[in-house]
């Protein structure tokens, strides 16, 4: 059994990373969290060690290394976006490999940074890409791969995500804190994107806002237009009679790809697949990273195509 300490253990996407632990039969030592609303833990670790302070942590994970010759494996890192470097970095530095959620940093320098320190510790830093992971994503790109056509593939990339008013107030609604909406809930979409369609051409974006973004980005090998959103009203009428809450929806060359499902084991998946040395790492990171930097930082353009939702927007 591998030896593992959280940090972030109070956040939203915490339980899937306690329970992607235990179900690849390793051990959680300790945990923090600045927030003490953890008793999910229990489901998990009752055991484990839970402290809101990092220098308490920090102290108690040394005593285990010099009292108790035990040693840190993986630090599992589910915090705010902006704090992700930092956690790394203390990750390595204690002799553990990291295991960090996306976004794996905001900017593409700090993919830089995380370079050097990886190369100078010798431990490795894995991100947890899981739509890699997803069989319809995997069939899609198999697809893609086989048929070696000329011509570029024509995308329609829809996530609506709704989020109530807590969503703005918390790190989530602060761009420099979270890197705002396409980046908090739409990297890993720009991740797929590039993971099938290869190197980004073009980057234009035709809306930015606090809680819809939209744009179009053009790959190797397709023509994508793109709408993200966390704003309620944006839901289909359909999807809210059945009281849903999010859509997501990719289409590729007129034809709908199936992916709505399936997404519960994929960071079991992620955790058996870094256990065993195939974790995605910094240089696969990296492009989602640049994509999404340069939407941050670009002029708002008519140029390119427009997603539908877009228009819908601007009735």
């Known amino acids: 059994m591998k030896n593992f300490a959280?940090?972030?253990?109070?956040?939203?996407?915490?339980?899937?990373?306690?329970?992607?632990i235990k179900e690849t039969n390793n051990v959680l030592v300790a945990a923090l969290d600045k927030n003490d609303s953890v008793g999910i833990m229990d489901s998990y670790f009752p055991?484990?060690?839970?402290?809101?302070?990092?220098?308490?942590?920090?102290?108690?994970i040394e005593k285990l290394k010099r009292q108790q010759n035990i040693q840190l494996d993986y630090v599992s890192i589910c915090t705010p976006n902006y704090l992700h470097d930092s956690h790394i970095r203390m990750a390595l530095r204690r002799g553990a490999d990291a295991i960090c959620e996306k976004p794996l940093v905001l900017n593409p320098w700090n993919v830089d940074a995380l370079e050097a320190i990886e190369q100078e510790s010798g431990?490795?830093?894995?991100?947890?890409?899981?739509?890699?992971?997803?069989?319809?994503?995997?069939?899609?790109?198999?697809?893609?791969?086989?048929?070696?056509?000329?011509?570029?593939?024509?995308?329609?990339?829809t996530y609506l995500t709704s989020r109530g008013n807590w969503y703005h107030v918390s790190w989530k609604g602060d761009e420099s804190k979270s890197g705002g909406i396409t980046t908090n809930i739409g990297i890993h979409f720009y991740d797929m994107l590039s993971w099938i369609f290869g190197d980004v051409q073009e980057n234009i974006v035709h809306l930015r806002e606090k809680d819809k973004a939209s744009g179009y980005l053009e790959f190797e090998k397709a023509r994508v237009r793109w709408f993200l959103s966390v704003d309620e009203e944006m839901l289909p009428k359909e999807i809210k009679e059945v009281g849903q809450r999010t859509f997501r929806s990719i289409i590729v060359d007129r034809e709908e790809v199936e992916f709505s499902g399936g997404f519960t084991d994929l960071h079991t998946l992620s955790y058996q697949e870094i256990l065993k040395g195939n974790g995605?790492?910094?240089?696969?990171?990296?492009?989602?990273i640049e994509i999404v930097h340069n939407i941050r930082n670009k002029e708002i353009s008519n140029l390119g195509e427009t997603h539908p939702f877009l228009i819908k927007t601007r009735k």
């Open 123 to 157: 431990n490795k830093i894995n991100t947890i890409l899981q739509l890699r992971l997803h069989p319809s994503i995997i069939k899609l790109k198999q697809k893609i791969e086989s048929e070696k056509r000329d011509e570029k593939y024509e995308v329609d990339l």
């Open 47 to 60: 055991n484990a060690d839970f402290f809101v302070e990092f220098e308490r942590f920090d102290r108690h």
């Open 280 to 288: 995605f790492g910094l240089n696969d990171a990296r492009q989602s």
């Open 6 to 20: 959280l940090i972030g253990a109070a956040g939203y996407i915490a339980p899937r990373h306690l329970r992607a």
